[in-house]
């Protein structure tokens, strides 16, 4: 979306904003940003090069419109954490090592989602947490079938450095869409 914006400040025809990507004007930014800062030279990148460059500066603009939006509301913060530094540093293997030493990580295979079920689902092996024997309804997968980690997995690993610097009290703000998520946080 960020790099259709880029293109579109430099005066090329992007068309409809395609189905997946963000249609959403706050990014129009970041293209003349982008545009004013490199020109045409990414549009002659590949994009394993350009990626990188469009992304962090994506990153960077849509943190600060978030202070702005948390400032308003009179919220600041001191530090904003970043998932990149759990995954760069090796966080989450760590933490994981540690819930495999307490017995809560397994590998086993989920039942079916309930509900009608997705036409790409299949039974596999998978890194699960024993999140059922802290009342979640179901254990949780760490791992996708890409060998990627879920969301979950890096969710845990923050909350486990946050205690192991000696925080006893969090609190978790969760979006309506994120229900089902507070029961797997508190069982981690």
């Known amino acids: 979306s960020a790099y259709l914006r880029y293109r579109e400040a430099l005066g090329q025809a992007i068309g409809e904003i395609p189905e997946g990507l963000y249609p959403g004007d706050y990014l129009v930014p970041v293209g003349q940003a ?15 090069a350009w990626l990188p460059i469009v992304r962090d500066r994506a990153l960077s603009a849509m943190m600060d419109l978030i202070r702005a939006d948390l400032a308003a509301l009179g919220i600041t913060h001191e530090v904003f954490y970043s998932e990149r ?10 933490t994981l ?60 690993a923050y909350h486990y450095d946050k205690f192991q610097r000696g925080y006893t009290t969090m609190v978790d703000i969760f979006g309506a869409d994120h229900g089902g998520y507070i029961k797997r946080m508190k069982a981690a």
């Open 34 to 48: 982008l545009a004013a800062e490199h020109g045409d030279a990414l549009c002659a990148m590949p994009e394993d």
């Open 85 to 94: 530094e759990l995954h760069a540093s090796g966080a989450i293997e760590k």
């Open 97 to 156: 090592e540690f819930l495999d030493s307490q017995g809560l990580i397994y590998v086993g295979v989920l039942e079916p989602p309930k509900g009608k079920q997705p036409e790409d689902w299949e039974p596999r092996p998978q890194t699960l947490f024993k999140a059922t024997q802290f009342g979640d309804d179901v254990d949780r997968a760490l791992r996708k079938s890409d060998g990627s980690w879920t969301y979950f997995a890096p969710d845990i």
